[in-house]
């Protein structure tokens, strides 16, 4: 394999997965002087920079980089993206590898994810159903898979054959279960956990929660998204084509401010909801040094932390009861969210505004969510969420990070 082919490759499927860009220029391995780099083609070369090489014994590695750190398990799967990587280069002649490179992101998931075959069977089936419809509508389907248990002798391709498997599994609390060969299980009805799954957007709790042990979910919507779930938690997605990692602790090193991780843990789970709800909105985490700055970007007229708020507020104050953000129903979080304008809380998170129209500079770009999470992050966390999907973290009036 050729360098160029490697950043290609590089550019094409594993950057992206990891939320992350490649660099133009290449880096020696991380080896102490005189001993080899290792027989891993991947290396953590440093907190937010992982290398690849084209053979063991190369000692330049290309660079993907990202302002966030590296996680040991996205370590681990670019390594899986390299292997299967590798796999495709070796044996698969030149004319028709880049046909199978198309496939390369679902079979390095599936490595990553222990490579039960109905894992791979599921995705190939979701893939074809986003071209499809079912009687006028777009199809959704959500699908179980339980590699420690046995099922009977109806192999999941039998059953995709079938007009009427595209209408069972609902994708928010019924599911189609198949053992981890691909033989049908039967399907489940979900109860929905009360309060939700903390690692997942609520609407996904149920099937979510049914991931315990070795199980893993897959879910399709009828935006032709897809969503996998392992460990009770969304572990990856893929957005207007592109499949995309998810690590908590990543997401909660980079909601800071707040300091306290139950309020950032409950943060998170908001961005969630919001996004898969797509309602879109932005929310600003005042840092506690940055309290007096407030009033030049929220309106007094917006503010509900003031001793006589504006009698037009009365009404959300009631509603708000004086709860603080994380002592908050999440559902109700989500809902304020989508008031048009942005949600401010401080870092302890009592309320400030909600709905609030930022004073953002004139000129500025990238819609208004962008420009007044942007503005907000001069006080402290600025997250904008849009309809789409799309998830951009700013801290201190810079982009920290972008999932769109």
Known sequence: MTLDELRQAAKAHIAPILAARVLD?????????????GDSLVELLGPTEIGLRTAPEEVESLVIARAAPFEPVELQLARDFASELLLIHDGVAGEFRQEVLSFLSERALTRHLGAPPALRTVLSQFNRWTRRSYEGAAISSAIGIDPDARGGDLALEDYFAEEFSTALGNGYDTLLVTDGAGRLLGTEQLEM????????????????????GNRIALLLNHRGEQVIFRNRMMVCTKLWGKW????????????????DRKLREEIYQTCLDVSWARCGGCLVVVRSGAMDAVATMVSENDRLDRAQPASRKAAMLRLLGGRRFQDMDRR??????????????????????IGAILSVPSGSHGG???SAALRGSELGLGIKMSEDGALSIFRNGKLSYDAS
């Open 244 to 259: 995309l990692y998810n690590t908590y602790e990543m997401y909660l090193d980079q909601i800071n401010p707040p300091q």
């Open 368 to 370: 208004g969510r962008h």
């Open 25 to 37: 220029h290449t880096a020696p391995c991380p080896a102490r002087a005189g001993q080899a780099c």
């Open 332 to 353: 109700l979080r989500q809902e304020l969210l989508a008031i048009d304008g942005a949600t401010v809380i401080s870092e302890t998170g009592d309320i400030i505004a």
């Open 193 to 212: 956990p009360r309060g939700g799954v903390a690692k997942a957007p609520y609407r996904f709790s149920a099937i979510a929660n049914w991931c315990t």
